[in-house]
């Protein structure tokens, strides 16, 4: 954005006296003798109504603008240079400022076309930030309010019609809130929805050692122990039971766990146990001794596998967020699985894990 001002020459027809006829005189314009009082400008005669702009084609009086031996009104030289407000169309007497090839008056752009901020609605100007969702904001307001613990969201009243704060220390946006669920049953319902859904993908998951847990932060903390991170929507917690005799093994009971987070919407929750989900399968059908980086980003890959032929628009929200995750395993991991795997039959993607470490 730059501002400029533009420098109009007025000519007072200084040079633009009648005179009287004292010889035999053409016009310039219509090359006609002139007869009688006539103009006088750089030299060429004109008869009084044939000094014309050559954009309108009608008489020039008064001030004027000169270019390339040719004059013009001074709207009409305006509006042939574009030097008009592109919100108004008036051509302007003074000042403009240029965004993007197109010229506005200061105010019709601040009040009219320039972006406005997604939290406090003023005028973009200077540096401002940008959230995954394409939603733009001053700087300023990064340090000034609380994050969605969900969708990751600045809170606040024109953002987000404000949030609220849940007894175990999440802050959750309205955007989230209002379609949040709650309960066991819920998780169970999600858990039986998500397996038969991975199923048809091709990623089958026996359903009899498992069970799942809503969870508020408090009990995901306790169930993750030292594995916790603030950003974690979920955990799979998995203990097997080995029974002996003579110092054999005769028995292996395994049990899987999963804890989900509640209290927000029903789609991030089934993203959530898709995920653990495929922490299941590995540790039934590998040596579950992948790197982090191929072990969280197969477990995002079965999200994105989950969400990718649902058509609503939170589907595509968690996506995004998916795509563009700065985490290095969650995030990078789940790209590098992406880009190698989401072309090919999903079994191909089973071998490796089975049978690779890394990618």
């Avoid at 200084?14 to 004292?22: F, I």
Wanted: aromatic residues 10%.
């Amino acid at each position: 954005m730059r501002t400029r001002y533009l420098t109009i020459i007025l000519a007072a027809f200084l040079l633009s006296n009648y005179l009287s006829a004292q010889s035999r005189a053409i016009c310039y314009t219509c090359n006609e003798p002139i007869s009688g009082q006539y103009l006088v400008l750089d030299g060429k005669k004109f008869h009084p109504d044939h000094f014309l702009c050559d954009k309108c084609k009608l008489p020039i009086s008064g001030s004027y603008q000169k270019e390339s031996n040719k004059y013009y009104h001074l709207d009409c030289f305006s509006e042939m240079k574009g030097l008009y407000c592109a919100f108004c169309g008036e051509v302007f007497t003074g000042g403009y400022i240029e965004v993007n090839g197109k010229k506005y008056h200061k105010l019709c752009f601040e009040n009219n076309v320039a972006e406005r901020c997604w939290i406090c609605n003023n005028p973009l100007s200077g540096g401002f930030l940008s959230d995954i969702y394409g939603n733009k904001f001053h700087s300023i307001h990064e340090n000034e309010l609380e994050r969605c613990n969900n969708c990751n969201r600045l809170i606040s009243e024109n953002s987000t019609e404000g949030g609220v704060q849940y007894n175990d220390g999440r802050s959750i946006c309205n955007i989230c809130y209002i379609n949040a669920v709650n309960g066991q049953k819920a998780v169970e319902a999600a858990l039986s929805m998500v397996i038969s859904d991975l199923e048809q993908k091709g990623i089958k998951i026996n359903s009899d050692n498992i069970s799942i847990r809503a969870s508020d932060r408090k009990i995901l903390q306790s169930a993750a122990g030292l594995s916790y991170s603030s950003k974690m929507q979920g955990f799979c917690d998995t203990q097997t039971k080995v029974e002996t005799l003579n110092g054999k093994e005769v028995s292996r009971i395994v049990k899987h766990t999963i804890y989900a987070l509640t209290g927000v919407p029903e789609r991030y929750i089934q993203t959530t146990i898709a995920h653990e989900l495929m922490h299941v399968w590995l540790h039934e059908n590998t040596t579950d001794k992948q790197n982090e980086i191929l072990r969280e980003g197969s477990c995002n890959f079965a999200s994105y596998l989950f969400l990718k032929d649902k058509s609503d628009n939170l589907s595509k929200e968690i996506l995004l967020g998916l795509e563009n995750d700065p985490d290095p395993a969650y995030g990078n991991g789940f790209r590098l699985v992406k880009s190698r795997f989401k072309d090919r039959p999903i079994v191909d993607l089973l071998n490796y894990l089975i049978n690779k470490r890394t990618l």
